[in-house]
T-cell receptor
C-alpha cells in the first residue's frame, strides 16, 4: 500500500522568509510525487510533480520541491514567502507497482500561514 | 479550476434523501475521479472512471453511486445509505493516457454538501 505523511498541520513563516512544507512517502517501486495547493472553498491547484530526472523540480508561483530517495521525502520549498501563499498544501504519491489506475494517495494537508 | 465545473457549489440535503452532484469537463480527458474531503483527513477517493461506460470503486465507495455515459460528465449520487455525507466533494480529471507513467489530475471547484 502507498501512503503519504505531512507531519506538520500548520507552518508559520514571515513574509520574505524561506518556507518549507514537509512530505514523506511510502510506495512500492519508484514514486511519482505531486504537490497541490488549495485556497478556501476552492478546488486543488496543481503546483508541480516529480516523475523522473532531476531531484529538484520547479513549479508554479516560484515553488520548488526536492526529491530525496534515501529519506523518502519530497519537501516543498520557496525562497521568499508571500502573504498570498497562505493556503492549504497537499502532497500526493502514486507508486509504480501495484497501481492499476492513476490512483493518487493524498497526505492530510499542511496549512501555511505567511504573516506580513 | 478551469475546464472542470461542478454544481451546485452548496447543497443541502435532508436525511433519507438522495442527491446528485454534477461534474463536467471540457478538457477532452478520458479519466475522471470523485474525492471526498474532510477536515484533517486529506482527500479520499470515492469512485473513478478511466473510460466512458466504465468505472471502479475507490477507497470509500459505500453509500455512493456514479455513472459515466458521456466522456464529459461524471455525476456522483450520494444515497441515503451514506451515513455521514456532510463533506466537501471534489471532482478531478486527467488525460488517462495508457502506460505506467501517471498523468496530472486537475480539479474542479468543489461542492459542499451539508445534511440537515
Amino acid at each position: 500500500a502507498q501512503s503519504v505523511a505531512q507531519p506538520e498541520d500548520q507552518v508559520n513563516v514571515a513574509e520574505g522568509n524561506p518556507l518549507t512544507v514537509k512530505c514523506t512517502y511510502s510506495v512500492s517501486g519508484n514514486p511519482y510525487l505531486f504537490w497541490y495547493v488549495q485556497y478556501p472553498n476552492r478546488g486543488l491547484q496543481f503546483l508541480l510533480k516529480y516523475i523522473t530526472g532531476d531531484n529538484l523540480v520547479k513549479g508554479s508561483y516560484g515553488f520548488e520541491a526536492e526529491f530525496n530517495k534515501s529519506q523518502t521525502s519530497f519537501h516543498l520549498k520557496k525562497p521568499s514567502a508571500l502573504v498570498s501563499d497562505s493556503a492549504l498544501y497537499f502532497c500526493a504519491v502514486r507508486g509504480e507497482i501495484g497501481n492499476a489506475g492513476n490512483m493518487l494517495t493524498f497526505g492530510g494537508g499542511t496549512r501555511l500561514m505567511v504573516k506580513p | 479550476d478551469g475546464g472542470i465545473t461542478q454544481s451546485p457549489k452548496y447543497l443541502f440535503r435532508k436525511e433519507g434523501q438522495n442527491v446528485t452532484l454534477s461534474c463536467e469537463q471540457n478538457l477532452n480527458h478520458d479519466a475522471m475521479y470523485w474525492y471526498r474531503q474532510d477536515p484533517g483527513q486529506g482527500l479520499r477517493l470515492i469512485y473513478y472512471s478511466q473510460i466512458v461506460n466504465d468505472f471502479q470503486k475507490g477507497d470509500i465507495a459505500e453509500g455512493y453511486s456514479v455513472s459515466r455515459e458521456k466522456k464529459e460528465s461524471f455525476p456522483l449520487t450520494v444515497t441515503s445509505a451514506q451515513k455521514n455525507p456532510t463533506a466537501f466533494y471534489l471532482c478531478a480529471s486527467s488525460l488517462g493516457t495508457s502506460g505506467s507513467l501517471p498523468d496530472t489530475q486537475y480539479f474542479g471547484p468543489g461542492t459542499r454538501l451539508t445534511v440537515l
